[in-house]
């Protein structure tokens, strides 16, 4: 299986940036597609951010141009680099990963593995 672990969360005044990272272990050789999502308050859960094994990204029209998703594969980790946030950013925010599919959706339910969640609060 694979476990994945999330850090680097925490709260930011609007304009600020903060870097998310997702360790993961386990048979990750085995996972094609990584991905961020979050959820709002009061809101359903979304993607931010995919990126599979060639190192090709997708981004939510949201985040375009602000959030970076990379990965570093010799220490089986994910980041997302999160610049200019805004309040409406404010969420948990999860790691995911799956194995079974050509190109990585964003969809929620596509993924099989996920993190526990991490807060990111963005103050006005």
């Known amino acids: 299986q694979v476990q994945l672990v999330e850090s680097g969360g925490g709260s930011v005044q609007a304009g600020g940036s903060l870097r998310l990272s997702c360790a993961a272990s386990?048979?990750?050789?085995?996972?094609?597609?990584m991905g961020w999502f979050r959820q709002g308050p009061g809101k359903q859960r979304e993607g931010v951010a995919t990126?599979?094994?060639?190192?090709?990204?997708s981004y939510a029209d949201s985040v375009k141009g602000r959030f970076t998703i990379s990965k570093d594969s010799a220490k089986n980790t994910l980041y997302l680099q999160m610049n200019s946030l805004k309040p409406e950013d404010t969420a948990i925010y999860y790691c995911?990963?799956?194995?079974?599919?050509?190109?990585?959706?964003?969809?929620?339910?596509?993924?099989?593995?996920w993190g526990q969640g991490i807060q990111v609060t963005v103050s006005s």
């Open positions: 995911a990963a799956d194995g079974r599919w050509r190109l990585c959706p964003e969809r929620t339910s596509a993924y099989g593995y």
């Open positions: 386990g048979y990750t050789y085995s996972m094609i597609c």
């Open positions: 990126i599979d094994s060639l190192g090709g990204t």
